[in-house]
């Protein structure tokens, strides 16, 4: 079975600033995806970003950035300009090509007014 | 249409009812998935359906019985059930033969009593 793991209960920021929330994994497959999803306090799980691991670039939405690495299996995720809404859960996710889709331990992350 | 939709969004049941959770989609995806989350938990992984047909099931004990009936379509029937088992009940889903990412409904809110 793949684990998740995200080492970082809790994590603060001040509003505009940036912040990085860290995830590693384990697998021995070597065709996945990883992705960043977010729920807030009404519980709706959001996608932040997606990275597939056949591509070496780093994945890019907006303010949401990846630093992938594949050989560590590490996978983290920067928030640039930090903005209120921005508060929520953050779970790192793992899915191989059956379809197993697995979650982090989550990073909850305040961003401070 | 790109709403995952599960009713009831709460549900209370005593441990002796039978009780039914309903995940609906319409947007062509092949593969649905039922998750467990508790409180400030991620959500753990019970069941995934590919093409309607059964093909995880993460050692979920029988009082839980997930149905794939359409395309369309997830139910998860529930039957004599324990007050742990009181939980925050996420459906989703994703293209199965496009492995992105899965999207997910708001979730059951379910208590046991």
């Known amino acids: 079975a793949q684990t998740v793991t995200q080492s970082q209960p809790e994590m603060s920021v001040q509003e505009a600033e940036t912040v990085t929330l860290s995830c590693t994994y384990d697998?021995?497959?070597?065709?996945?995806?990883l992705f960043w999803y977010k729920q807030p306090p009404s519980r709706q799980m959001i996608l932040v970003i997606r990275?597939?691991?056949?591509?070496?670039q780093n994945a890019t939405e907006n303010r949401f950035s990846v630093n992938f690495q594949k050989a560590a299996k590490s996978f983290s995720l920067k928030i640039s300009d930090s903005q209120l809404g921005d508060t929520a859960m953050y779970f790192c996710?793992?899915?191989?090509?059956?379809?197993?889709?697995?979650f982090g331990t989550g990073t909850s992350l305040t961003v401070i007014p | 249409d790109t709403e995952v939709t599960q009713t009831p969004k709460h549900l209370v049941m005593g441990m002796t009812n039978k009780k039914s959770l309903k995940c609906e989609q319409h947007?062509?995806?092949?593969?649905m998935y039922w998750y467990k989350q508790k409180a400030k938990k991620p959500p753990e992984l019970m069941f995934v359906?590919?093409?309607?047909?059964?093909?995880i099931n993460e050692s979920v004990p029988s009082r839980f019985s997930p149905e794939c009936p359409n395309s369309s379509l997830l139910n998860l029937h529930l039957h004599a059930l324990q007050p742990e088992d009181s939980a925050l009940y996420l459906c989703?889903?994703?293209?199965?033969?496009?492995?992105?990412?899965?999207?997910f409904g708001q979730g059951t809110r379910l208590t046991v009593v």
């Open positions: 989703a889903s994703s293209p199965r033969e496009a492995n992105t990412e899965a999207f």
């Open positions: 697998t021995s497959e070597n065709n996945y995806y």
């Open positions: 990275q597939e691991a056949y591509k070496q």
């Open positions: 996710a793992f899915m191989n090509t059956g379809n197993q889709f697995y």
């Open positions: 947007m062509g995806h092949r593969a």
């Open positions: 359906y590919s093409y309607e047909k059964l093909s």
